[in-house]
């Protein structure tokens, strides 16, 4: 019988140990005890990234004991640059009867994540896929965004090219327009202020746009404005502190 893939949610960002033995655990503010229990019980991971899953790995044993130590725990890379063809030897432990993790960089796994095509292997096995409870940021950011959380979508990384990401953004607030739809969007974190300086110059001046940064993190910035409010705070230098921190853009054409 073959194993069952859990989808096990990681931290947004670093997350400290607590320096005062009496301090709750700060994975515990994030991650439910179930779910921490259920992936430090695992042996085998399927990861984005061996080293930060080993760092989060470290984190969850400091209060949960794991299966394994962790230089003794399995974890095999997944990431954009996988071959599809390499898929299948991923997903071997589990069609023999072990249970294994996918985990995420960041949030939860299969969500913006080359995850899914894993997930979607996993069922064409006939594995048992359990999603387990843990951050996500595009979530998080339209529940704190104040933009509508009945109709949304996520449009990924926009074009790096100034012109191709201002016709981008244009045709992204005419579908908001349109559709009454919030648009969702991230940056690499070094590009954060070109990002929000297009959306300002582009956007019309009654347009909404939330800036979320480093969502359930202590550092945490969540600002929803017009695009005409962002431009007159970009011009004044009040813009928000997010240089080389995760985001998440929203727009909602008013």
Same mark, same amino acid.
């Given at each position: 019988?073959?194993?069952?893939?859990?989808?096990?949610?990681?931290?947004?960002?670093?997350?400290?140990?607590?320096?005062?033995?009496?301090?709750?655990?700060p994975?515990?503010?994030?991650?439910?005890?179930?779910? $921490?229990?259920?992936?430090?019980?695992? %042996?085998?991971?399927?990861?984005?990234?061996?080293?930060?899953?080993?760092?989060?790995?470290?984190?969850?044993?400091?209060?949960?004991?794991?299966?394994q130590p962790? $230089?003794?725990?399995?974890?095999?890379?997944?990431?954009?640059?996988?071959?599809?063809?390499?898929?299948p030897a991923?997903?071997a432990?589990?069609?023999?009867?072990? %249970?294994?993790?996918?985990?995420?960089?960041?949030?939860?796994?299969?969500?913006? %994540?080359?995850?899914?095509?894993?997930?979607?292997?996993?069922?064409?096995?006939?594995?048992?896929? @359990?999603?387990?409870?843990?951050?996500?940021?595009?979530?998080?950011?339209?529940?704190?965004?104040?933009?509508?959380?009945?109709?949304?979508?996520?449009?990924g990384?926009?074009?790096?090219?100034?012109?191709?990401? @201002?016709?981008?953004?244009?045709?992204?607030?005419?579908?908001?327009?349109?559709?009454r739809?919030?648009?969702?969007?991230?940056?690499?974190?070094y @590009?954060?202020?070109?990002?929000?300086?297009?959306?300002?110059?582009t956007?019309?001046?009654?347009?909404?746009?939330?800036?979320?940064? %480093?969502?359930?993190?202590?550092?945490?910035?969540?600002?929803?404005?017009?695009?005409? $409010?962002?431009?007159?705070?970009?011009?004044?230098?009040?813009?928000?502190?997010?240089?080389?921190?995760?985001?998440v853009?929203?727009l909602?054409? $008013?």
């Amino acid at each position: 019988m073959p194993g069952t893939l859990y989808l096990v949610p990681n931290t947004l960002g670093t997350t400290e140990l607590p320096t005062d033995v009496d301090a709750s655990h700060p994975l515990d503010a994030i991650i439910p005890r179930e779910v $921490q229990a259920i992936a430090a019980g695992l %042996d085998y991971f399927v990861a984005e990234n061996a080293k930060t899953t080993r760092a989060f790995l470290k984190l969850l044993g400091s209060s949960t004991p794991l299966a394994q130590p962790i $230089q003794e725990i399995r974890i095999a890379e997944l990431n954009v640059n996988t071959d599809a063809a390499a898929l299948p030897a991923l997903l071997a432990p589990l069609l023999a009867g072990q %249970d294994g993790g996918l985990i995420s960089e960041a949030g939860v796994p299969a969500v913006a %994540d080359p995850g899914a095509n894993l997930v979607r292997l996993a069922h064409q096995h006939g594995i048992q896929v @359990r999603p387990l409870v843990g951050p996500s940021s595009l979530l998080l950011a339209v529940m704190a965004s104040g933009l509508n959380g009945q109709s949304f979508a996520f449009n990924g990384y926009l074009p790096t090219d100034a012109e191709a990401r @201002r016709k981008r953004i244009a045709q992204l607030e005419d579908r908001s327009r349109k559709e009454r739809q919030t648009q969702l969007m991230i940056e690499t974190p070094y @590009r954060n202020g070109a990002m929000l300086e297009a959306l300002a110059q582009t956007c019309q001046a009654t347009t909404l746009i939330c800036v979320a940064t %480093d969502l359930s993190l202590p550092s945490e910035s969540v600002r929803t404005l017009s695009a005409a $409010q962002w431009k007159a705070a970009l011009a004044a230098k009040t813009g928000p502190d997010f240089h080389k921190k995760p985001t998440v853009f929203l727009l909602l054409a $008013q």
